[in-house]
């Protein structure tokens, strides 16, 4: 999939006019274009990016409030979609959201243009903090809610943080996605590391007198 074939995702109400999935996808082809032809992320301009893409400077203010926000929606139309939860055990959740971060990984590897653009976000402290903003913050959020419910239905320890847990659960799979590219992510990592996390987290069960 390329980073143009997603529509844009946004968390909080449309600005402006109704948007046209014609002139987004004309944007985000110009963004590509720029970044194909070797223009580093941090020198692309909003008026570059519209004369490229055949736009006004002010169809994009429209659309987003500034360059950073826009190229965060540029990574995450690259990014696989935020998965549906099955709502039926926090188990389940907790594999469909680890299931994203393999297939993540999966689509990092296997495109250099998204590869690239991630290592220059990592350099651009002010796309970095908005795609933690926009991106991290929501899902590590969603991440807590489904393990607060998990203690309050007796199936995760209740004396551990919420935050240690969450690290506990998610941190495996981004070490073998993001920082260690030689690792294997196979069909059921997900299910295998959710279920060997999970089994050291589940309350102690009293001794029978």
Known sequence: M??????????????GR??????????MEGILKLLEDGVPLAELSIERIARTAGVGKATIYRRWRG???????????????DPELPGT???DDLVALLEQLR????????SVLLHNVIAQMKSTPK???AYHAIVVEPRRRKQHAILRRGQANGELRTDLDVDVMNDMIFGPMLVRAVMRPDADLPEGLAEQMADAVLEGLRPVSSPSP
């Open 2 to 15: 390329s980073l143009a074939d997603s529509h844009p995702r946004h968390d909080g109400p449309v600005r």
């Open 18 to 27: 109704p948007r046209s999935e014609a002139v987004e996808r004309a944007i």
């Open 67 to 81: 360059k950073e926000e826009l190229f965060v929606d540029v990574v995450r139309a690259a990014e696989p979609p």
């Open 89 to 91: 055990s926090m188990r």
């Open 103 to 110: 297939q993540r990984g999966l689509m990092t590897r296997s």
């Open 127 to 129: 796309i970095w903090d």
